[in-house]
């Protein structure tokens, strides 16, 4: 079982910055793929960004492409996803996913662990 901590959501303004982290424990991340997902109120779970086990592959969603970037450091067991130039529309409850095996996906369905989420809200 591996257990997903989120941290470091608040409230910024628009066109400022948050560095959220995902820290694991329970197993090493090193064999997992690791992916961010956010919902808001009303909206279905959506697809963020990814990164394989190795760090060597990363994918995004086009509408944070340039302005938000996955990491992994699996010394540590930590995800970050580094957001800059937020956006009202990226007001949502993020959450760090998991899943065993060396593909990114980015449908919510082929990740296996869950975090309980961090709220991002980012005020006009």
């Known amino acids: 079982q591996v257990q997903l901590v989120e941290s470091g959501g608040g409230l910024v303004q628009a066109g400022g910055s948050l560095r959220l982290s995902c820290a694991a424990s329970?197993?090493?991340?090193?064999?997992?793929?690791m992916g961010w997902f956010r919902q808001a109120p009303g909206k279905e779970r959506e697809f963020v960004a990814a990164?394989?086990?190795?760090?060597?592959?990363?994918m995004y969603t086009d509408s944070v492409k340039d302005r938000f970037t996955i990491s992994r450091d699996n010394a540590k067991n930590t995800v970050p996803l580094q957001m800059n130039s937020l956006k009202p529309e990226d007001t949502a409850v993020y959450y760090c996913?998991?899943?065993?095996?060396?593909?990114?996906?980015?449908?919510?369905?082929?990740?296996?662990?869950w975090g309980q989420g961090t709220q991002v809200t980012v005020s006009s």
């Open positions: 996913a998991a899943r065993e095996g060396a593909y990114t996906y980015s449908d919510p369905v082929y990740y296996d662990y």
């Open positions: 329970g197993h090493m991340l090193s064999t997992y793929t």
């Open positions: 990164i394989s086990w190795s760090g060597s592959s990363t």
